[in-house]
Structure formats: structure tokens, C-alpha cells
């Protein structure tokens, strides 16, 4: 149960004068390791965190869609007849780029119900932490049972990502959905992204006496400008010239001969996703044979090829980074899509207080605004509540 269900209900019979037909929910996601490999075929280990959106729903019985959040003063209404990409702007495009979507995964959209539809969430918006997947990921749960789809859960990850691609723009991959509606608590979600086998694989830390500490510099991104798609485009382009399919298909023993034959930044490029996957990989070994407690410098790692080579990071999550580890973290990186956003420190518990007071000092000493730090925790994905 999460407190935002009242409200939800709440929100949805001051909106819409009737009760709704149930309740579902979708948690925000933080990426432990793995970024930027996710569209490469690759491999990542996000875990479902403990905010989530929640969505209350009702179905019409006519063709009528209406969407009402908390989050924006409007409420938009469109026909299902009218529902194409182009025709939706601004936050709408998650919830009923959903509901599109799902025309590629056996809804008939000339016959559906229209349906009305109040969200609320309290994952934070442009922290990094996939606001935008828990939206898609609790709207497709709902779509799938009061449309009777009977959908699986890999699938209405690939609705999510179909709807952030086509109707809100980005040319993301399957991570942020798959984490939210694949997560367990206390576990991270260990995804291959082209097969879309996962594994659920225990993260331990609170039996470690391990934090994880999000600083989120409030430095805002978007992946549906510009830096996102020129990274996947370049990825696209290393394998291209390396004759492969994706760079999934490039291990750590080809990155000789790449520098051979690819130009300078291309070859960076393609050096962070080929190490990036063999760190996810190493993560998870070392997460099982070992511990959590070994995991720090492939955090650490991961950072800095983002820095140097795959160059996704800004000043504030390096600051971010660097001290946080000078204060006691036994690892730390950016997570997500990066150029802003948040990064995440691990960090034995009784030094969460100091890590938190070191990097809210450093950021004032550098004159940049005043980061907001919290804890997640792992948690269950998207569910029906009720
Ligand atoms: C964003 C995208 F949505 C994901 O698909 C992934 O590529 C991530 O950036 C980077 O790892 O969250």
C-alpha cells in the first residue's frame, strides 16, 4: 500500500464525480549499472525504487478518453479515434501514448471502451529516476485489465517504450519499464535487452549496513533533444563499421582493433558500452559470490568511462561523485540518460549523514543550487492495488 491511494481516489471522484473501476501502481526505477547499454542489445541492473505513480481508472461507454493528474491543472479529452502520435503534446503523451501503443500489441482501437484517468505520483520529475516509465508502466497495467489483453509483463515493457518513442519522442530503450514492471523488493532486475531474459538477483544491502544515496543536482535533461539520440546514433554507427550487429556484439578483446579501425570519439563511444556491459556483468557476479560490499569500484568505473568516454556527465555530477567518495561512499556514479539528473552513492549507513553534509557543502562552494538527497529502497513493480 502506498499513501498516495487515497488521494488518487480522491483526485479521481473531484475530477470525475464516480468512483474509479480499481487502482494500480508503478514504481521510478534507479539504474544501479548499465547505462546507454540498454538500446546496444546489452546488459543493465536497474531496481525498482520505492515511489511510484499511481493511476486510478474507470472505462466509458463511448470512445471518449479523458486524463486528469495531479500534476497539471488541465485535464485533457480526445475520441479514441483521434489518437495518433501527433496528436499528443506535453505530459498527456505518456499516459495516452500508452494507450496508442497497445494498438500494436492486439488492442482493436476501433472498438476499445474510452476510459478516464487521474494520476499521481511521487517519483521525482527530472531526477533521472524514470518518472516518465512509472507513468506508462502503471497506465499499461491498467489498460491491460480493463481492456482484457492479458498482456505479460516483458510486453507491456515494449508498449511503454513504443509510446516514449513514438508518442513522446525519445529514442529510448527498454530499461526504465522493464525495472518498474519486473522489480521485487530488496532485489535488482538483471536484463538482458535483447533476449529480454531477467533475473531477479538479491541486492543485500541492508543486511550490508549499505545506503543508496540519490543526489539529484536538479540540473535538468531531456532525451528527447539532442545529446540522447547522438549517442545512440554513434553507438550505431561503431557497429556498423565493426560489421556487427549491435555492440553487444563487440567484447573487450575487439576494442584493439576498433581503435584501429574507428575514429577517436567513435571509438570512446563504443568503448563505454563494450566495457559498461562487461561491468554489469562483473556486478552481478560479484553481488553473488561476494557481496554488496564489492560492488564499489565498478560503480566507480562506470562513472568515469561516462565522464571521459562516453562524456553524458556535467560538472554537478562529477562534484557529486567525487564527493561523495571522499566522504566515506564505497562507490558512486551518475544514473540514467545523463547530461543532468542524479547521481547515486552506496554508502554504509552510519556515513549516509556525513556524505549527504559534504556534498551539499561542496555544491555551495561551487555556487551551483543546492542538490536534494534522499534514500530508495528496492521495491515491487507495478501492481493492481485495488
Ligand atoms: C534513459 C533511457 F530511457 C533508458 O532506455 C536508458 O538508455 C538510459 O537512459 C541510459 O542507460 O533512462
Not at 526504465?176 to 538482458?192: H, P, R
Not at 584501429?260 to 563504443?270: G, Q, Y
Request: aromatic fraction near 6%; include cysteine.
Amino acid at each position: 500500500m502506498t499513501d498516495l491511494l487515497p488521494t488518487t481516489r480522491t483526485g479521481f471522484e473531484s475530477r470525475f464525480n464516480h468512483a474509479p473501476d480499481g487502482l494500480w501502481s508503478a514504481p521510478g526505477r534507479v539504474n544501479l549499472i548499465g547505462e546507454h547499454t540498454d538500446y546496444n542489445d546489452g546488459f543493465v541492473f536497474p531496481f525498482a525504487i520505492d515511489r511510484r505513480t499511481v493511476v486510478a481508472l474507470s472505462l466509458r461507454s463511448d470512445r471518449l478518453v479523458r486524463v486528469a493528474s495531479s500534476f497539471a491543472e488541465e485535464a485533457i479529452e480526445l475520441s479514441l479515434d483521434e489518437l495518433f502520435p501527433e496528436n499528443l503534446h506535453g505530459w498527456s503523451a505518456y499516459p495516452l501514448g500508452v494507450a496508442w501503443a497497445l494498438g500494436g500489441f492486439g488492442a482493436d482501437l476501433t472498438a476499445v471502451s474510452g476510459f478516464e484517468v487521474f494520476i499521481d505520483s511521487d517519483v521525482p520529475i527530472g531526477a533521472g529516476l524514470s518518472s516518465s516509465a512509472a507513468i506508462e508502466s502503471a497506465v499499461a497495467m491498467a489498460l491491460n485489465d480493463v481492456w482484457g489483453l492479458d498482456l505479460d509483463r516483458p510486453a507491456l515493457a515494449r508498449v511503454g517504450q513504443l509510446a516514449e518513442n513514438r508518442a513522446v519522442g525519445a529514442p529510448t530503450g527498454i530499461m526504465d519499464q522493464s525495472a518498474s514492471l519486473l522489480g521485487q523488493a530488496d532485489a535488482g532486475v538483471f536484463l538482458d535487452c535483447r533476449s529480454l531474459h531477467s533475473e531477479v538477483i538479491p541486492l543485500g544491502f541492508d543486511a550490508a549496513d549499505l545506503e543508496l544515496v540519490i543526489i539529484d543536482t536538479h540540473v535538468s535533461h531531456s532525451h528527447a533533444t539532442g545529446g540522447y539520440a547522438a549517442r545512440r546514433a554513434s553507438c550505431e554507427a561503431g557497429a556498423a563499421a565493426l560489421g556487427r550487429p549491435a555492440l553487444r556484439d563487440v567484447s573487450v578483446a575487439d576494442l584493439a582493433h576498433a581503435e584501429e579501425i574507428l575514429d577517436e570519439k567513435t571509438f570512446r563511444r563504443v568503448r563505454h558500452i563494450v566495457t559498461e556491459n562487461q561491468r554489469v556483468l562483473d556486478t552481478v557476479r560479484l553481488l553473488r559470490e561476494l557481496g554488496p560490499t564489492a560492488i564499489g569500484p565498478l560503480l566507480d568505473a562506470s562513472h568515469l568511462s561516462m565522464r571521459d568516454d562516453f562524456e553524458i556527465s556535467v560538472p554537478e555530477l562529477d562534484l557529486a561523485v567525487v564527493t561523495a567518495r571522499e566522504a566515506g561512499a564505497i562507490g558512486a556514479r551518475m544514473t540514467g540518460g545523463g547530461f543532468g539528473g542524479a547521481a547515486i552513492a552506496l554508502t554504509p549507513r552510519e556515513l549516509v549523514p556525513a556524505v549527504e553534509a559534504a556534498v551539499e557543502a561542496a555544491f555551495a562552494r561551487h555556487g551551483y543550487a543546492a542538490p536534494t538527497m534522499f534514500l530508495v529502497h528496492a521495491a515491487r513493480g507495478a501492481l493492481r492495488e485495488s
